[in-house]
């Protein structure tokens, strides 16, 4: 996914047939009124993104380019390089670029983008990475019972809850035994399965 901040110069002529008024030239010299004309016409090709934004520093407009600086005004979703930062609700970032026309003159526009909020199936996706057990189990081994995400609800199963079950081990057998357990993990009306082959025995 190109989650690039891109811009479309749309011709300053509309549906009223208005016709632009200036010359390749004059733009090219940096004419103010020709190029904030055009300018204002611009578009961004990125609305929403789940990705780190690129803000491009430069536009060309009939050969002529002109630097952008640019204003970020929710760095609690996006910081000022582009790099998102996403959470469990869409987020609109309110961005100001600049553009500078010539020496003396610039011209702003602000725009809007939406960072995505993680759906259900990624934040179950995230919560199980975050699931990890011990392949050889002892007595103070950790079965985890919570992730992160404090929504997300854990049940587990044993195919031999006599020697771990949900709360951990409960015996160790003389001989290496290899337990099955299955996670669940719940979010809303959705569920993911993970599954770990472990091995219990009493090493003393």
């Given at each position: 996914?190109?989650?690039s901040i891109h811009f479309c110069i749309l011709p300053v002529s509309d549906t009223n047939n208005v016709p632009y008024e200036y010359t390749v030239e004059e733009v090219q010299y940096g004419n103010y009124k020709a190029v904030s004309e055009l300018i204002a016409t611009a578009t961004i090709?990125?609305?929403?993104t789940k990705e780190d934004v690129e803000l491009v520093e430069f536009i060309v407009i009939e050969?002529?380019?002109i630097n952008i600086e640019w204003t970020v005004y929710n760095m609690n979703?996006?910081?000022?390089?582009?790099k998102i930062v996403r959470s469990n609700e869409d987020v609109t970032v309110h961005l100001k670029a600049t553009f500078f026309i010539n020496s003396k003159n610039k011209y702003e526009k602000e725009y809007d983008v939406v960072v995505l909020?993680?759906?259900v199936d990624e934040r179950l996706e995230l919560a199980a990475s975050e699931i990890k057990i011990d392949s050889y189990l002892n007595m103070g081994s950790i079965i985890p019972t919570s992730v992160?995400?404090?929504d997300?609800?854990?049940n587990w199963i044993s195919d031999k809850p006599e020697i771990v079950d949900e709360k951990g081990v409960k015996s160790l057998p003389s001989k290496k035994t290899t337990v099955n357990l299955t996670c669940e993990l719940t979010l809303f009306n959705k569920t993911k399965l993970i599954s770990f082959e472990v091995t219990a025995f009493n090493s003393d």
């Open positions: 996914m190109d989650s090709t990125t609305e929403e050969d002529k380019f979703a996006m910081r000022y390089n582009g909020g993680y759906t992160s995400d404090s997300v609800i854990l």
